[in-house]
């Protein structure tokens, strides 16, 4: 089984659209999850950090689920922009991450 | 604030010759530093990382190898590149510690020809 697993899309919303994408992990003494975003041929940028109480960020909403072992980024009101690839990132207690492999986002008109 | 500085953006290379790949990080101190490779279309493959000058710890055997003179300098080196090698590089750093999150500098895009 994979460390942290996602499902690779596409989603294709449209505009204003609600999308949520789910991630969930294999270690169960993980401490410290994260969204990136990724562009097309650019580096991934920090979107959220996932508190365990959950966190929101303007439109994007992130949570926590550590019975399940699950976190998830949801997205209100789409817009063309938030098209991308979504990489969660699971650490535990190291100085490695494991990142996931990433959803891809089309948002269309 | 912090920032990280990666380049070349772009390098186009022959089979069999040499590679170096700068990375510098500015604002902080005795970061983690990281060299990670993300083949077309694929995840991210950690290379190497580093939590201190002279530190490196290798994830992935192959003819890669990465130094770290200074204590916000990366560099990622080959004596001779492989076909195999292209992809796009990354580096990144997060301050010191466990289970920081990381920032990644521009990459530079390799191919070998």
């Known amino acids: 089984r994979k460390e942290v697993e996602q499902d690779p899309g596409p989603f294709n919303v449209p505009e204003g659209a609600t999308v949520a994408f789910n991630c969930t992990y294999s270690n169960s003494a993980s401490q410290s999850f994260f969204w990136y975003r990724q562009d097309c041929r650019k580096e991934p940028k920090l979107l959220m950090s996932v508190y365990s109480s959950g966190n929101e960020d303007g439109r994007f909403t992130a949570q926590l689920n550590r019975a399940s072992q699950y976190i998830s980024l949801l997205i209100r009101d789409s817009k063309l922009s938030d098209s991308a690839t979504y990489l969660c990132?699971?650490?535990?207690?190291?100085?490695?991450?494991?990142f996931g492999r990433g959803t891809s986002l089309i948002v269309h008109p | 604030s912090q920032t990280i500085h990666q380049w070349p953006a772009t390098l186009v290379q022959p089979v069999g010759s040499p590679l170096s790949l700068e990375c510098t990080v500015e604002?902080?101190?005795?970061?983690?530093l990281y060299w990670y490779r993300q083949a077309a279309g694929r995840g991210l493959q950690l290379l190497f990382y580093s939590v201190g000058i002279g530190q490196i710890s290798s994830e992935v055997p192959q003819n890669l190898s990465a130094s770290r003179p200074q204590d916000r300098q990366f560099i990622l080196s080959s004596k001779k590149l492989l076909l195999s090698d292209s992809g796009f590089y990354l580096c990144a750093w997060s301050v010191t510690g466990f289970d920081q999150p990381q920032h990644f500098g521009d990459g530079t895009r390799l191919s070998i020809l």
């Open positions: 990132v699971v650490e535990g207690g190291s100085y490695i991450p494991t």
């Open positions: 604002g902080t101190s005795n970061p983690n």
